[in-house]
């Protein structure tokens, strides 16, 4: 009895996916929960374990190929892998074992085109596994020699005398070019960023806040709030989230969305935290922000960060969100205007610390100083209420205990 392996069902916000990798391949035994595929979507990337004990017969679907939702993908014969080794073992005497070497789909269907011995094909995958490209790399051993060039003819003193000078000059450079289809969570990003720019009314308002109060807060007890919170390191985004859920409260504007003609207030905070990935920018959520701690968001942005760079985060962590913030200064941005991320009509973008010189009663001072970016939807954000949002952001910032005291 063969027991079948499907892709997981898809939710309604995404259309299909594809197939980007086998980590099994026909032949190979499998155990129970073991990962066998991924699967990209435009959003994350789904992974499908084997589902009982057994034998993977046959792969369905190959690299590359787009599914939909609970798509048919292998066959699977359930047992353990010593009770297959002991009945080959017994027919052994009655006929000669087929060797199966380790596979993929479309290594095997070259190998079966070009009459090829897949014995002879060196492997260079996981396990000794033959790909693709050890076929081609086989074939192209097994070619004949191309026929010796000709000698050059004796040079005179002045070819010999121009080569030498343009030996001095170097080699001449390469011009190479690589084109790679685009991945789908990439092609997704780059379709919602176009439509960001030309479905909205987007708009950039800007301020800078003195982090001065917050890395001496941050200083004095840093050590403490790490023994305290299990490990937890203090940083700047806590304070930030919980600075942005204030003030979202006092400009409800903000924190709303629009839904064709109407406007959609939210009465909570959801607020997506912009993370960078090797294959693009996600935002996970962190829901109902409003009633966590400072210590709660750090932990909860530790472990999102952690799951997107493992690609581990799942379709419940990256929808819905009503607001955004975006750390660019991490990677050293001292100025930028963040995108919007639709339907949300706000994002919130932070950048370096850069210690400046700025006035402070009457005197010049050098203070560590963050510029801050408000992008806005100016269909539904008026200027006013987007320099308000962005003034009380700064003004929480700059006197820490108003956030723990909610003034």
Not at 125 to 140: F, P, S, T, Y
Request: charged share 25%; net charge negative.
């Amino acid at each position: 009895m063969k027991i079948e392996i499907k892709a997981p069902a898809f939710p309604e916000s995404v259309a299909d996916g594809e197939v980007s990798l086998w980590h099994k391949q026909e032949g190979d035994f499998v155990q129970r929960d073991e990962l066998l595929v991924e699967i990209e979507t435009d959003k994350v990337v789904m992974e499908v374990v084997a589902p009982e004990a057994g034998r993977l017969d046959r792969i369905l679907v190959d690299v590359g190929n787009t599914i939909e939702s609970e798509a048919l993908l292998a066959e699977l014969t359930p047992g353990e892998a010593t009770e297959s080794l002991e009945a080959s073992s017994t027919s052994a005497t009655v006929k000669k074992v087929e060797v199966v070497l380790p596979m993929g789909p479309a290594a095997r269907q070259l190998v079966e085109e070009h009459g090829l011995d897949a014995s002879a094909i060196k492997g260079t995958g996981k396990d000794g596994r033959i790909n693709k490209e050890d076929v081609l790399a086989h074939m192209a051993e097994q070619a004949p020699a191309p026929a010796p060039a000709p000698q050059p003819a004796p040079q005179s003193a002045a070819t010999a005398a121009s080569a030498a000078s343009a030996d001095l000059q170097g080699p001449t450079s390469e011009r190479i070019e690589r084109r790679v289809p685009m991945t789908r969570m990439r092609a997704r990003i780059a379709e919602r960023l176009l439509s960001a720019t030309q479905q909205t009314a987007m708009l950039t308002t800007f301020n800078e806040v003195d982090m001065a109060p917050l890395m001496r807060l941050r200083s004095q007890y840093k050590d403490q709030f790490e023994k305290t919170h299990n490990g937890t390191r203090l940083g700047f985004m806590g304070f930030f989230v919980r600075a942005c859920c204030e003030a979202l409260k006092r400009f409800p504007e903000v924190n709303a969305s629009i839904d064709g003609n109407d406007v959609v207030y939210h009465g909570y905070q959801d607020i997506g935290v912009a993370v960078s990935t090797e294959d693009g920018l996600v935002v996970p959520v962190l829901r109902d922000a409003d009633f966590m701690s400072i210590a709660d968001v750090e932990a909860a942005i530790r472990d999102l960060g952690l799951k997107a760079r493992d690609k581990k985060l799942t379709i419940d962590e990256m929808i819905g969100g009503t607001f955004t913030v975006s750390n660019g200064g991490v990677f050293g941005s001292l100025l930028s205007t963040p995108i919007l991320n639709p339907p949300q009509t706000a994002i919130l973008g932070m950048h370096t610390i850069k210690d400046r010189p700025v006035a402070v009663d009457g005197e010049v001072v050098i203070r560590p100083m963050m510029y801050l970016a408000l992008s806005y939807d100016h269909r539904l954000i008026d200027g006013k209420t987007a320099v308000q949002f962005l003034v009380t952001v700064k003004e929480l910032i700059e006197d820490p205990s108003r956030i723990l005291l909610q003034l």
